[in-house]
């Protein structure tokens, strides 16, 4: 196995969204996955998506590369942006 856990879609109801039982979900998934051992938890999001930009960096991801039409949505090609949490940074993040 790779080691990497990367987050699908993520989907909050308004009242979830940059909220604290919303950074808790977040928090909470991101120590069980350095618990189990993972060496690495990725986000993965559409680069003009700012809110969920924010997000990964406001929960402590770094920003890795953007994906240049990494993909084809809705007959559009779509940059991705890549976020990581690695093991050696956990720590920081979890503080």
Same mark, same amino acid.
């Given at each position: 196995?790779?080691?990497?856990?990367?987050?699908?879609?993520?989907?909050?109801?308004? $009242?979830?969204? @940059?909220?604290?039982?919303?950074? &808790? /979900?977040?928090?909470?998934?991101?120590?069980?996955?350095?618990?189990?051992?993972?060496?690495?938890?990725?986000?993965?999001?559409?680069?003009?998506?700012?809110?969920?930009?924010? $997000?990964?960096? @406001?929960?402590?991801?770094?920003? &890795? /590369?953007?994906?240049?039409?990494?993909?084809?949505?809705?007959?559009?090609?779509?940059?991705?942006?890549?976020?990581?949490?690695?093991?050696?940074?956990?720590?920081?993040?979890? $503080?």
């Amino acid at each position: 196995a790779s080691g990497v856990v990367e987050i699908g879609s993520i989907t909050f109801s308004p $009242a979830l969204q @940059r909220s604290v039982m919303g950074t &808790e /979900a977040q928090w909470l998934l991101m120590n069980l996955v350095f618990q189990l051992g993972y060496r690495r938890y990725e986000w993965q999001c559409n680069a003009l998506n700012a809110a969920s930009c924010a $997000a990964a960096e @406001r929960l402590g991801f770094r920003f &890795e /590369a953007l994906y240049r039409q990494a993909t084809v949505k809705k007959g559009r090609s779509r940059d991705t942006a890549w976020y990581s949490v690695i093991e050696e940074d956990w720590p920081r993040v979890r $503080a």
